[in-house]
């Protein structure tokens, strides 16, 4: 038979166990709460890390490195195009192959100077570096994939056929950096529309193509 102080230690015991348990409910939820704030607020994070100018064989650039919380980006920068309306932008990716083994099994390095000529024809444009070797699939995903694009693939389905996304890139870290620039609007120097759709939803105005834009990617 349970005695009355018994009783009621079980009963405080009870109490003291859930209150204990509905403060680390409450804890968990604010701790969640806390996190989706945050990750929110720093999804279109960018910062500036550094400055400088770059002599090319192009013309002379402002260098800018930008940090998103994940990878640096670069951003090459010439005349004045904060506040301009149809900027010259390449959205150009890292290529191993081509930009230090001169390779001659892709255009990367051509379709680069082709940018470069452009934009300083125009004497204002952008250029943005992005570290998404092998269409944002790694360097091993290229490797892989070269079997099946010397097979007759093209590149695309070379991808695929190696086991990986036909085109992982990401360009959110783009469109932050074009609105830290605040660059009006872009005319793109590519003929992938998938790209400029991509720019697009994420909601930087297109000016239509450049009249030469014809063999960029
Ligand atoms: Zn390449």
């Known amino acids: 038979m349970i ?11 009870m109490l003291k166990c859930f209150t204990l348990w509905t403060n680390v409910f409450i804890n968990i939820n604010f701790v969640q709460m806390k996190h989706e704030a945050l990750t ?14 770059l002599k090319t064989r192009f013309g002379t650039y ?17 005349g004045n195009p904060e506040g301009q309306n149809e900027v010259l932008c390449r959205i150009h990716s890292s290529c191993i ?10 255009d990367c390095r051509q379709q680069m100077e082709a ?18 070797e092998g269409k944002g699939n ?19 389905a070379a991808y695929v056929a190696a086991g990986y996304a036909e085109d992982a890139r990401d360009f959110k870290a783009a469109a932050k ?3 830290d620039l605040d660059v009006k609007s872009v005319s793109l120097i590519t003929d992938n529309p998938l790209k400029a759709k991509t720019l697009e939803d994420l909601g930087i105005p297109l000016a239509p ?6 063999s960029a990617s």
């Open 3 to 13: 005695k009355k102080g018994e009783y009621l230690t079980g009963y405080s015991k």
């Open 40 to 53: 929110k607020k720093y999804a279109n994070m960018i910062h500036k890390l550094a400055e400088g100018a």
């Open 62 to 78: 402002r260098e800018i490195l930008y940090y998103d919380g994940q990878k640096e980006t670069i951003a090459m920068v010439m």
């Open 97 to 106: 192959y081509g930009h230090v083994f001169n390779s001659v099994e892709c």
């Open 115 to 132: 940018a470069q000529q452009q934009i300083q024809q125009a004497g204002c444009g952008i250029i943005i570096l992005m570290e998404q």
């Open 138 to 156: 790694g360097h091993l995903a290229l490797m892989k994939s070269q079997a099946y694009k010397k097979a007759g693939m093209k590149q695309s």
């Open 177 to 179: 950096i074009l609105k």
């Open 209 to 214: 193509y450049p009249a030469s834009n014809t």
